[in-house]
């Protein structure tokens, strides 16, 4: 499968009005697991893999697509499942997460459908901190398991990116703790990263995991006759999460007079440029593609500038 110019377009539209385009396989049983459609480059027969030597387990090898080389990851295996026998008779999802290229392994690949965010729920509570699982949902009386494909990346290739020390002055580390954001992601993994990232900054947030959970914070702030600016310096937002999506909490909070003032960073694992077209259209500030420590840093110590002066 290859995305069109034309298909894009048509599923920015579907992003925009907080839907997705699922895109549902199976691996060795009768489960049914998804990923965000943005998110696949394409879908091939399983090509010729190479071994590598001491990789991590669950990557079976490398192969030649196009005209790179692709890992490519057993995803059963990476979410504690038996090895998929014979590969070379299933298929690979090309990926592009966070600015990579990665192949997933899967038995078959079921269908694309859409539906609604507030469809999308997280993960039962009894599937514990170390679940593969960033959501859930239900089709035609069957669940549906939504991987979480940036932990499965990390626990491959983790990231191990800090500020740097230029970036980092005294100045700004003398006031950052005088700030505060609120942070929105349902990945752990990526929250984690971003959490990092203003540890070192050393400035104050509070995590939250989709876009419901922080319309209602922010409103309450409000509804408490707090002036939410004051309150916080931004908001940092994944685009996908469950219940709502980064687009539809962006345009909620820039149609509402008491959060019209806050900026908005939209955060996403996402790559292309219908991000820029829907950051534009929903009113948000910025847009990083994940994940990159100094461009995240640069943007909030550049708001920390704005209201504090140039001196810092």
Not at 23 to 35: H, T
Not at 110 to 117: G, K, S
Not at 149 to 157: C, L, M, N, Q, Y
Request: charged fraction near 25%; include cysteine; charge should be negative.
């Amino acid at each position: 499968m290859t995305t069109s110019a034309g298909k894009l377009a048509a599923r920015n539209k579907v992003a925009g009005g907080n839907r997705m385009e699922l895109l549902l396989f199976r691996l060795n049983g009768k489960q049914l697991y998804g990923i965000n459609v943005f998110k696949v480059k394409e879908i091939i027969p399983c090509p010729r893999l190479t071994n590598l030597p001491h990789h991590t387990p669950h990557v079976r090898g490398v192969a030649h697509v196009r005209d790179g080389t692709v890992s490519i990851v057993d995803l059963g295996m990476a979410i504690r499942q038996p090895a998929m026998e014979n590969p070379e008779s299933h298929f690979v999802i090309v990926t592009e997460y966070n600015r990579r290229t990665q192949g997933f392994l899967v038995r078959e690949v079921d269908r694309i459908v859409n539906i609604n965010w507030e469809e999308v729920h997280p993960p039962p509570r009894g599937s514990g901190k170390d679940s593969f699982l960033t959501a859930v949902t239900q089709m035609d009386n069957q669940l549906i398991e939504i991987v979480d494909v940036e932990k499965i990346i990390a626990s491959v290739d983790p990231f191990a990116q800090g500020v740097s020390s230029e970036i980092l002055t005294d100045e700004i580390k003398e006031i950052a703790g005088n700030y505060h954001i609120l942070l929105v992601d349902d990945s752990s993994v990526a929250r984690h990263q971003v959490e990092r990232n203003l540890q070192e900054t050393g400035i104050g947030y509070t995590s939250l995991t989709n876009g419901k959970e922080a319309l209602d914070y922010l409103n309450n702030l409000a509804d408490d006759g707090k002036r939410v600016q004051d309150e916080l310096l931004m908001i940092i937002s994944d685009i996908e999460m469950p219940e709502m999506d980064g687009y539809t909490l962006t345009r909620r909070i820039k149609e509402d007079p008491r959060l019209a003032n806050l900026p908005v960073l939209l955060h996403s694992s996402l790559s292309g440029i219908f991000n820029e077209a829907m950051v534009k259209k929903v009113g948000a500030n910025f847009f990083l593609a994940k994940y990159d420590a100094d461009e995240l840093a640069r943007v909030v110590i550049g708001q920390i500038q704005a209201i504090a002066g140039e001196k810092v």
